[in-house]
């Protein structure tokens, strides 16, 4: 007995029967299949590449830790560098000099000693002041202007 709703599955498959089922070109399956295991491979060295990132950043971190840690423990107390001297303080400010002018560098001189806590008297600042003066002194004799 054929129900309405069997005639339009009939009508349905006739009509999908009557196509023909298109053939694909030669060699697009291959290719196609190609570029799957492409992409398959390449996810597959992401993958791998993703994990030695990892293992790189988890090392990283380990070593700052150790570095971190013996510094620490080191007998200067984490510093990274010795306090700065009267004389490192000349130095600097001898450059200051050179690149402003002698009252900028005292300004500075005295600002950084202040900061490190070295007492600087008028001794000291008058060193300091000494050594700014020889030593532009002789660079303008050199030559050297400014």
């Given at each position: 007995?054929?129900?309405?709703?069997?005639?339009?599955?009939?009508?349905?498959?006739?009509?999908?029967?009557?196509?023909?089922?298109?053939?694909?070109?030669?060699?697009?399956?291959?290719?196609?299949?190609?570029?799957?295991?492409?992409?398959?491979?390449?996810?597959?060295?992401?993958?791998?590449?993703?994990?030695?990132?990892?293992?790189?950043?988890?090392?990283?971190?380990?070593?700052?830790?150790?570095?971190?840690?013996?510094?620490?423990?080191?007998?200067?107390?984490?510093?990274?560098?010795?306090?700065?001297?009267?004389?490192?303080?000349?130095?600097?400010?001898?450059?200051?000099?050179?690149?402003?002018?002698?009252?900028?560098?005292?300004?500075?001189?005295?600002?950084?000693?202040?900061?490190?806590?070295?007492?600087?008297?008028?001794?000291?600042?008058?060193?300091?002041?000494?050594?700014i003066d020889r030593r532009l002194s002789s660079?303008?004799?050199?030559?050297?202007?400014?």
């Amino acid at each position: 007995m054929n129900t309405p709703l069997d005639q339009f599955d009939d009508s349905v498959e006739a009509q999908l029967a009557r196509l023909q089922p298109s053939v694909a070109v030669d060699g697009l399956r291959d290719a196609t299949l190609g570029r799957v295991q492409r992409e398959l491979r390449a996810s597959h060295w992401d993958r791998r590449l993703g994990r030695v990132a990892a293992v790189l950043l988890v090392v990283g971190i380990g070593m700052n830790f150790v570095t971190m840690s013996k510094r620490i423990a080191s007998p200067t107390g984490g510093q990274l560098a010795a306090r700065p001297t009267t004389e490192s303080i000349a130095e600097l400010a001898v450059t200051i000099a050179e690149v402003t002018d002698i009252k900028t560098a005292n300004i500075f001189a005295r600002h950084l000693a202040a900061l490190n806590g070295i007492p600087l008297g008028s001794r000291q600042a008058d060193s300091i002041e000494h050594e700014i003066d020889r030593r532009l002194s002789s660079a303008v004799s050199n030559g050297k202007d400014g």
